[in-house]
């Protein structure tokens, strides 16, 4: 393990995101949590996908306390907009066992607005009566073309 870890680290300098996420992600697995969080906020980044993986890893630690400052501070800085953070916050007040407060953010969020987290999640338009298509996943066109291989 120590030798996929010293490549995914020397790999990540060349790297913008994934190699950083995939040794963190390789950390936390094998227990090594507090290094694999230190790897997250190594990348000093506010990109959706890191902001997700930090406040994953430090829920797994049992500080999700510190995810709620990190996801305060983007607010702060304007960096995020309150209801794009709300699933995020969402999951960090459960970790933290304040489901009630996570209910009223629920509750409060669920307004009538064009840019709910409610409206996000269902992939609905803004426009009433007007859906929008689904993206593929990677998986799906992974399973049907029978893998990465099959459609090179």
């Known amino acids: 393990?120590?030798?996929?870890?010293?490549?995914?680290?020397?790999?990540?300098?060349?790297?913008s995101w994934h190699t950083?996420?995939?040794?963190?992600?390789?950390?936390?697995?094998?227990?090594?949590?507090?290094?694999?969080?230190?790897?997250?906020?190594?990348?000093?980044?506010?990109?959706?996908?890191?902001?997700d993986l930090l406040c994953?890893?430090?829920?797994?630690?049992?500080?999700?306390?510190?995810?709620?400052?990190?996801?305060?501070?983007?607010?702060?800085?304007?960096?995020?907009?309150?209801?794009?953070?709300?699933?995020?916050r969402a999951r960090l007040l459960a970790a933290c066992g304040r489901l009630d407060e996570a209910v009223e953010e629920a509750r409060a969020s669920s307004g009538s607005g064009a840019r709910t987290p409610r409206r996000r999640w269902l992939g609905s338009s803004p426009m009433p009566g007007v859906r929008r298509r689904p993206s593929p996943s990677w998986t799906r066109t992974v399973r049907s073309t029978g893998g990465p291989s099959a459609c090179c």
Not at 22 to 31: D, K, N, S, V
Not at 61 to 80: F, K, N, Q, S, V
Request: aromatic share 8%; glycine share 8%; net charge negative.
């Open 1 to 15: 393990m120590e030798g996929a870890i010293e490549v995914y680290r020397w790999q990540a300098e060349y790297d």
């Open 20 to 51: 950083p996420a995939l040794t963190a992600r390789l950390l936390a697995r094998h227990g090594r949590g507090a290094e694999a969080v230190e790897v997250v906020r190594a990348m000093n980044s506010a990109e959706d996908r890191i902001v």
């Open 56 to 88: 994953e890893l430090l829920a797994a630690e049992g500080r999700a306390g510190e995810g709620l400052a990190h996801l305060d501070a983007l607010e702060a800085r304007g960096t995020w907009e309150p209801w794009e953070l709300f699933r995020l």
